[in-house]
């Protein structure tokens, strides 16, 4: 029987692009189909305090495009067109680093054959309300004190997996076998610890 994952990512995060990468490795190894959804970390952390005043203008400004497109894209096309368009900027944002820009937002939905003038709203409030309410399915169950990536599987929410590289063939389903046994435990919180490497794109 198919295992559906829920997948909540933002854009412009490296680790979630890593642990989307791995996903779709493992629908190569296993009965498994994920389900891409957007979470927005401007959301997340709007009105923190304490937050560090580069990541702060982070927050108001570009971390808004890509998030805003892919809502946008989810909308109005659906589960492959998101992915495709995920793939494009991703590509462009963590593999070639370019700027997190609306410029860049209009060359990945170009490279995904979607409708350019997406990128048109990005600096605009017009998705905001589907993006909040994307935002909050995926983040409400595993609490707010994460973020991104989020998966949902048998039920369960869980932030992670956090790793680098991103594992292919059957070390990439092995490690969804364990992710899958530790979600039939309703008692499971948390596995933790420190990153010694950033993120590992290949």
């Known amino acids: 029987m198919t295992t559906t994952v829920q997948f909540w990512y933002d854009p412009l995060c490296p680790w979630a692009w890593m642990t989307s990468r791995w996903m779709l ?3 190569k190894v296993r009965d498994v189909t994920t389900e891409f959804h ?3 970390l401007a959301v997340l952390n709007a009105g923190r305090e304490g937050l560090d005043p580069d990541y ?3 927050m108001e400004t570009e971390a808004w495009y890509g998030a805003r497109a892919a809502i946008a894209v989810q909308e109005r096309y659906g589960q492959d067109e998101i992915r495709a368009f995920y793939t494009a900027i991703g590509t462009r944002y963590h593999l070639n680093d370019e700027p997190r820009s609306p410029e860049t937002v209009r060359a990945a939905l170009a ?3 979607l409708d350019e003038s997406i990128a048109d709203g990005v600096t605009t409030t017009q998705w905001d309300e ?3 309410t994307s935002h909050h399915e995926g983040m409400d169950p595993v609490g707010m004190d994460v973020g991104t990536p989020v998966v949902r599987v048998n039920g369960m929410s869980i932030f992670g997996p956090v790793i680098s590289p991103a594992p292919k063939g059957e070390a990439a389903g092995r490690l969804f076998d364990g992710m899958v046994l530790m979600s039939e435990y309703d008692g499971f919180f948390e596995l933790k610890r420190s990153r010694t490497v950033g993120p590992i794109f290949d």
Do not use: F, H, I, Q
Request: cysteine-free; proline content about 0%.
């Open 56 to 58: 702060r203008k982070r």
């Open 130 to 132: 589907a993006l909040t």
């Open 38 to 40: 957007v979470m927005s």
């Open 111 to 113: 490279d995904a054959g």
């Open 25 to 27: 490795e493992v629908e």
